[in-house]
C-alpha cells in the first residue's frame, strides 16, 4: 500500500501543486464582505476538487454564513468513520505592503527552512494547503484502491471569524457527520525533521471595548489637563490587566486554570526548543511573559490577555491637537483546558467595567470565543498518528500542546462525542496571519504522504480493539 501511495503521489506532484496554486488565488477573506464572492468562490472549488477526487454526497451546505462543503464516500458502514475538518476560509492579507509578491499570486520560493522551496500566498499553510493534502490523499486512496475506512469531509469558510455559524451547522448535522474520529491538519510540527501532533489548543475569549469621555472631541488646549482623556483612561485602564509579574489582574481570571504537575512540566521541557533561536527569528532581545514560566509554557498551558487592535484620536498625516470624545481596543484572551470562554468573558466585563474611573464611560461588547481542548496520546487514532508520522519522518512525532485556537474542537466532543487527531503539518515561521504567509513544498507532500498511513494504521487498530 506504502509503495502504490508512494508511486502515483510522485507521478501526480505537479498536478498537485498547480491545483493548490489555482486554490490560493481565490481571494477567500472571511472577515472582509468585499471578498464574499471569492469565498463562495473557493467553497464551490473545494466540492469541485472533492468529487473529482472521487467523493459522493458533495454538497455545498448554505448557514446563516458562509456554506459549509460537505462530502462523504461510504464504503461500508461496518467500518470506522474519519470525519475530515479544514477551513477554506483566511485571514485578510494586510498590511499589503509588507508582502514581497501579491498575497493571492502564489510563487515558489526557496528559503533557509524550505530549501525546496515554499508555496508563497495567503492561506497557503492557514489552512487551504494543509486542508487540500486531505482532498489529495484521499484521491490517492480512491485510485490506489486502499481507502480502508468510511471518510466525510466537512471544510467550513468561517474558521478566521470564529466558526459561529459551523456550531449550528454541526448541532443540526449530527446525524450525517456520525464518525469515529476528527482528523484535522491545522496546527503544525516543531521542523522538517521533528514531527509533532498537537494535543492540546487554547480557547478564547474575545472583546472589544468603548471609552467615552467628553460627548465631542475638543481642543486640547481648551480643555486638556482638567476633561479626561478617553485614550489616556483606556491606556491606563489597559496596563492594569497585567501586574509587574505579568499576572493578569483580572479578579477570578485564574481559578479554574489548570496546574501541571512537575512531571508534566519537566516533560514538556524536553520537547526540543532553542530561547536564543527564537529571539533571532523575531528580531527580539529578549521575550517576555508570566514569570515562573518557560517561554513554551507561556505560549501552551498559560493564559493570556493581548490588545490586539486599539485606535482613537488623530492618527492621519502631521499633527492635530485634539482631546478625543471615544478610545477603543479589541482585547483577547487565551484560555487553557477547564476556564469557561463565557465566564473568562463574564469576568472581564465585570472588571473592565468596575476599574473605570467616573470620569469616562466604558462599554463592553463581546465578541467570538471557543473553548480549550487537551488531547490524550493512549487511544487508537493517537497512535495511529503517531505511527503514520514515525514512518514518513523516522522519527516518532512529540505530542505538543498548540497556542492557537479552533473553537469548533471542543464542539466535537460536545455535540458529536468525537475526538480530534489535530495532524498538522505547518511550521511556526510559515508566517500564517502574517505577510508572506508561506508552506513548505516539502510539507504539502509529507502531508499527502503521511495521512493515507493514518487511515491504514487507524483501521487496523479500530479492528482490533
Ligand atoms: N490554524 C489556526 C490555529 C492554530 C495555528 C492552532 C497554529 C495551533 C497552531 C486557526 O486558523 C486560527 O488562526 N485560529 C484563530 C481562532 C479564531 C477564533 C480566529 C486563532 O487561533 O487566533
Ligand atoms: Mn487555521
Ligand atoms: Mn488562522
Not at 515558489?108 to 525546496?116: G, M
Amino acid at each position: 500500500m506504502k509503495e502504490q501511495v508512494q508511486s502515483y503521489l510522485e507521478t501526480h506532484k505537479e498536478r498537485f501543486l498547480k491545483e493548490l496554486t489555482d486554490l490560493l488565488k481565490i481571494p477567500s477573506v472571511s472577515a472582509d464582505p468585499a471578498y464574499a464572492k471569492s469565498v463562495h468562490a473557493t467553497a464551490d472549488a473545494v466540492a469541485t476538487a472533492l468529487t473529482a477526487a472521487g467523493a459522493d454526497h458533495v454538497e455545498i451546505c448554505q448557514t446563516a454564513g458562509y456554506p459549509v462543503v460537505y462530502a462523504d464516500k461510504i464504503i461500508d458502514p461496518s467500518k470506522p468513520t474519519v470525519l475530515v475538518y479544514g477551513h477554506y476560509d483566511v485571514q485578510p492579507a494586510d498590511p499589503m505592503e509588507l508582502w514581497d509578491s501579491p498575497p493571492f499570486e502564489p510563487v515558489i520560493k526557496k528559503t533557509d527552512l524550505h530549501p525546496e522551496g515554499a508555496i508563497f500566498a495567503r492561506g497557503a499553510c492557514d489552512d487551504k494547503g494543509q486542508m487540500y493534502m486531505h482532498v489529495k490523499a484521499f484521491e490517492i486512496m480512491m485510485k490506489t484502491d486502499s481507502l480502508p475506512c468510511n471518510v466525510k469531509f466537512m471544510i467550513e469558510g468561517e474558521e478566521e471569524i470564529g466558526s459561529e455559524n459551523l456550531a449550528a451547522f454541526v448541532r443540526a448535522n449530527t446525524d450525517r457527520l456520525a464518525a469515529d474520529i476528527v482528523l484535522v491538519s491545522d496546527t503544525g510540527i516543531i521542523s522538517n525533521d521533528t514531527p509533532a501532533i498537537t494535543v492540546g489548543l487554547r480557547g478564547l475569549s474575545y472583546c472589544e471595548v468603548e471609552v467615552t469621555g467628553p460627548n465631542r472631541d475638543l481642543h486640547s488646549g481648551l480643555y486638556g489637563g482638567a476633561v479626561a482623556n478617553p485614550i489616556n483612561v483606556l491606556c491606563e485602564m489597559i496596563a492594569s490587566l497585567r501586574d509587574e509579574n505579568k499576572h493578569i489582574t483580572i479578579p477570578g481570571f485564574y481559578d479554574d486554570v489548570e496546574e501541571l504537575s512537575a512531571e508534566n512540566r519537566a516533560a514538556m521541557a524536553e520537547a526540543p526548543f532553542s530561547e536564543e533561536a527564537y529571539k533571532k527569528a523575531l528580531d527580539l532581545k529578549s521575550t517576555e511573559g508570566e514569570n515562573g514560566y518557560s517561554t513554551l509554557e507561556r505560549t501552551s498551558i498559560r493564559p493570556t490577555c493581548d490588545i490586539n487592535g486599539i485606535w482613537g484620536g488623530y492618527i492621519g498625516e502631521g499633527a492635530k491637537t485634539v482631546l478625543p470624545s471615544k478610545a477603543y481596543a479589541k482585547i483577547s484572551m487565551r484560555l487553557v483546558p477547564h476556564q469557561s470562554s463565557d465566564k473568562i468573558t463574564a469576568l472581564f466585563q465585570k472588571h473592565f467595567e468596575a476599574i473605570a474611573p467616573p470620569s469616562v464611560t466604558v462599554k463592553v461588547t463581546p465578541h467570538h470565543g471557543g473553548e480549550a481542548v487537551a488531547i490524550p496520546t493512549n487511544f487508537p487514532a493517537y497512535i495511529a498518528a503517531s505511527k503514520a508520522m514515525e514512518d514518513t519522518f523516522g522519527k516518532k512525532p512529540i505530542p505538543v500542546r498548540g497556542g492557537g485556537s479552533i473553537p469548533i474542537v471542543a464542539m466535537f466532543e460536545e455535540a458529536l462525542g468525537l475526538k480530534t487527531i489535530l495532524m498538522g503539518f505547518g511550521l511556526d515561521s510559515d508566517a500564517i496571519h502574517s505577510p508572506n504567509e508561506h508552506y513548505g513544498v516539502f510539507n504539502y507532500f509529507k502531508g499527502i504522504e503521511t495521512i493515507p498511513l493514518f487511515y491504514h494504521y487507524y483501521s487496523q487498530l479500530f479492528n482490533n480493539a
